[in-house]
C-alpha cells in the first residue's frame, strides 16, 4: 500500500495553493451538498436500507425539565465507557456520579460477548463501588432480601438506560439490531443482533438484578437532556470522535414506517439520522486524495464518509496525510527539508488533539493566553515546539516557515469540517420548517411561513470537537449564516449538552420504566399480599415510589 500521496509541481507555491484550494468549499458548494443531504434524508425516511439510516427512535416526547427520578446509565461509542448513577431533580437539574473505564483495541475488535460481559462487568464495578443504588426500585422492594421472591419473573431489577453510538435499527425504545460498527469499533457477532439482548444476557450470566429498559444513541441522548436543562430543543448533534444528528420529526414525514402501531400514537417522533453515513458514494462531497487515502486505509472504507471529513477521529489523519505528502514533494520537499518521523509515518501518529494545540497557539488560547500578547514570529515559535513534540520530528528540521504551512493546513481542515458541519443542521432546519435555504445571498423561493418564526431554536451538542477546538462553534455558524440567512441563525441556540448521554438515557429508561412500572408494582403487591406481608389497599392504590412521582 503507498505510504504517501507524493506530488509534483513547478514550485512550492503551486503546491501550497493546489492543496488549500482542494480543502476550500465554496458557498455555492454547501448548497449543494445541502441540497443532496436533504435528497439523501427523504430517501432515508422513504425506504429502510440508505447509508443514512434516519432511524425512528421511537422516542415521542421531548422532556420539559419536570422529570424525576434516579437511574443508571450505560454509555459505550466514544473513547471511553462510562457508568453513572443519574439523578434527575425535576427542576431542569441534575446530579451525576460515574466511572470511566477503557476499552481496549482488543475488546473492540474481539468477540461481542467479551466486549458486551466487559460492559456488565464495568456494572458491576460500579454497583460494588459506589454501595447499593439509589436507582428507582419501588422501595418495598428495594428493603428486602431479593432471595425472599421465588418466582425469578418476580426478582426486582434495577433499570438501566444504554447509550449505544453506532448506527442501531431500533424496533421499540428498548430494541434495536446493529447495522454497522464504525469509529474503529469492530467486534464480531454483533451485527445484525440486538444489543439490548446482547447487554442483557451478560448481565443474566452474571446473576445480576439489572435490566437495559431502553437504548438510545447518544445524539438522542444530547437531544433529550438540553431539552430537560433548557426547555426545548429540536436537534442534538456529536462532533467528536464521530458525527452525527437526531432531531424532532414529524410522524407523516417517516413514510417508511407504513401504518405501524408506532404511528397511530402520536405526532412526532424522534429520528436518528446517523448522518455520518451521508454520501457514502462521496458524489457531493469535496474529496481530495488526503481524504480517499483515509477512507481506503480505514477499518470500514467506503463507510462513513461525511463522518471521515468532519470528526475528531479523522481531522488528525487528514492532516497526517496532506503533511507526508509535502514532506515527500517532488522536486523538492515542501517540509522539514524532507525529515519525516516515526509518529509521521505511522496511520493515526497526528491526534486531532494537535490541531487543536496548533490552533490555539495561533490565536493565543487555552494554555497560549493571553491573546493579546505574542507576535506573528512568537506564536509559531510555539506551533514549532508543538509539531517538534507531537510529531516527534529532530528540532533543526523545522522552521519558523514549516511552522506556518501546518497551521494553515490545519485550519483549513477544520474549516472544511465546520462548514460540511453546517450543512446537516441547515438540512435539518430547512426540513422541520424552520429556515428557507439561501443561494448567493438569494433566499430560495418558498412563501411557506417559518415554523417558530421568531423564536428561539434549540439545539443541543456534545462532543471533543465542538467542546475544545478552538472556534468550531463560531466557525459552524458564520457558514449556517450563509445558509439560512442571518435571522435564522441568530436564533439558533446552541447549548452543549454535558452529559447529554447519561442523562439522556436516565430519561429514556425513566419513560421505559413507567411503562413497565404498573406491572411490576402490581405484581410485587399481588405476591405481598398472597404472603400476607401486606394487607390488601384496594384496586385504586398506587403508590409510586417518590423518584418516580410526577411533578
Ligand atoms: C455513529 C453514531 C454516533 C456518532 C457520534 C457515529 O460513528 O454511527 O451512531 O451517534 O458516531 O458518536
Known sequence: MPQTHAIYAHTGEDVLSSVFQQLDVDDDRLFNI??????????????????????????????????????????????????????????????????????????????????????????????????????????????????????????????????????????????????????????????GNDVVKLLQDAFDRKNMHVRCVALVNDTVGALLSRAYTSGGCILGAIFGTGTNGAYVEDMASISKLGRSAAVKEGNLMVVNTEWGGFNNSRS??????????????????????????????????????????????????????????????????????????????????GRFAPEDTGSTAEKLEHIRDVIIKRMELPPDSVSLNDA???????????????????????????????????????????TAPLVDEGKRIGVGVDGSLVEHYPYFEKKLRASLRVLVGEDVERRVDIGLAKDGSGVGAALCALVAYRQNMVKQYHTVYEHEVANGVTESRGAEHSAYPDSLART
Open 404 to 446: 506556518d504551512v501546518v497551521r494553515k493546513i490545519c485550519t483549513h481542515i477544520a474549516w472544511r469540517a465546520a462548514r460540511l458541519s453546517s450543512c446537516a443542521v441547515a438540512a435539518v432546519l430547512f426540513q422541520t420548517g424552520r429556515a428557507r435555504l439561501t443561494r448567493g445571498g438569494e433566499e430560495t423561493k418558498n
Open 284 to 365: 457531493a462531497l469535496p474529496s481530495t486524495p488526503y481524504d480517499n487515502k483515509v477512507d481506503r486505509e480505514s477499518i470500514n472504507p467506503g463507510k462513513q464518509a461525511f463522518e471521515k471529513f468532519i470528526s475528531g477521529m479523522y481531522l488528525g489523519e487528514i492532516t497526517r496525510n496532506v503533511i507526508v505528502s509535502l514532506i515527500d514533494a517532488a522536486p523538492k520537499p515542501l517540509l522539514f527539508s524532507g525529515h519525516s518521523s516515526k509518529q509521521l509515518n505511522k496511520q493515526w501518529g497526528v491526534d486531532t488533539a494537535v490541531l487543536s494545540e496548533v490552533e490555539e497557539a495561533w490565536e493565543g488560547i
Open 34 to 191: 445541502t441540497m443532496t443531504f436533504l435528497h439523501e434524508m427523504w430517501d432515508g425516511l422513504n425506504n429502510y436500507g440508505h447509508d443514512m439510516a434516519m432511524i425512528p427512535t421511537f422516542v415521542r416526547s421531548i422532556p420539559d425539565g419536570s422529570e424525576k427520578g434516579t437511574f443508571l446509565a450505560l454509555d459505550l461509542g466514544g473513547t471511553n465507557l462510562r457508568v453513572c448513577e443519574v439523578n434527575l431533580h425535576g427542576d431542569k437539574t441534575f446530579s451525576l456520579r460515574q466511572q470511566k473505564y477503557k476499552v481496549s483495541d482488543a475488546l473492540k475488535t474481539g468477540e461481542a460477548t467479551t466486549l458486551f460481559d466487559y460492559l456488565a462487568d464495568s456494572v458491576d464495578a460500579f454497583l460494588t463501588d459506589s454501595g447499593s443504588p439509589n436507582c428507582a426500585l419501588p422501595p418495598s422492594l428495594a428493603r428486602r432480601n431479593l432471595a425472599e421472591v421465588s418466582d425469578e419473573e418476580d426478582v426486582p431489577y434495577i433499570p438501566l438506560g444504554l447509550t449505544f453510538s453506532f448506527p442501531v435499527e431500533q424496533t421499540a425504545l428498548d430494541s434495536g439490531k446493529l447495522l454497522t460498527w464504525t469509529k474503529g469499533f469492530a467486534a464480531k457477532n454483533a451485527i
